[in-house]
């Protein structure tokens, strides 16, 4: 692994800024150096939320993602906005219980009806943003599963912790 | 306030990309525009660690520190690096506890003895990003106290809030 820059858009409350945080830190773990940055305010309320994450094995120069390899969005207007931004060989993953309509693009698509699975089996919503990450983890090894779990303990308070992993593991599981 | 860059920096483990987080909330909080980016990795592990914030009115549109308005240090070796980037007219607030050299700048200079301090009165120096925030908010205004405050509890475990305020507390004190 050279440098893989990863965006990850929604709406604000759909947790994309924790799901950052978290993906940020599992990388730490793995022994990556790692950038990370999250855009909030005028543009985050009631709008697109942003969360950049860097992940390198070597030092990072310019801290901002330009053009990414991974996109993951959980937001239609979020897909609109930003598919133009991946890479021709890059990783599409997106929550199609809100994205219905992907224009075409060279990169590799996942669809995950994330929101729908975990409001089915936890009966909350918020919970989207682990079974994205579970996806992610699954679908391009940018980090360890032993690390992302980890991660995801470190960073949920605790007595949400099982939740989170089972929404993140039921990630894992949504793709073939 | 046109725009503010804020950098925090200190050794991994003083807390500065909970600072950091914190401040972006609080000016989230009061209506600001916020980009908040925290690197980790070889850079920081056993090194120094870096947070910063970007706090405006208008939308932010490149998201790095360039020249710092305000500089926190909480390490000798963060303050040699990061000194350079401080604007003339900038503010300089530096945790005494360990940086005990400071070049000279025309940056306007508070020297807060944080882990000193917390160690004292709570027998803990994980509070000592907490005191220096509260140092932050008293010397340059840039968040207001309750958004400060309310970031603080909405950042931290519900039972050590107290402390966590207590330390912003001193902090502020702290600042004549």
Known sequence: MKKI??????LGGQGVVLAGQILGRAAVYDGKNVVQTQSYGAEARGSIAKS???????KIGFP????????ITMNQEALDRHLKDVKEDGVLIVDSTYVKKIPETKAKIFKIPATEHVEKAFGDRIYANMLMLGALTK???IVSEKTMKKAIQDAVAKNTANINEEAYQK???SIQ
């Open 5 to 10: 820059e990863v965006r990850i858009s929604g």
């Open 139 to 141: 679908a391009t090894s």
């Open 64 to 71: 901002m993602v330009r053009k990414c390899d991974i996109l």
């Open 52 to 58: 950049e994450v860097i992940i390198s094995d070597d």
């Open 171 to 173: 990630g894992k599981e």
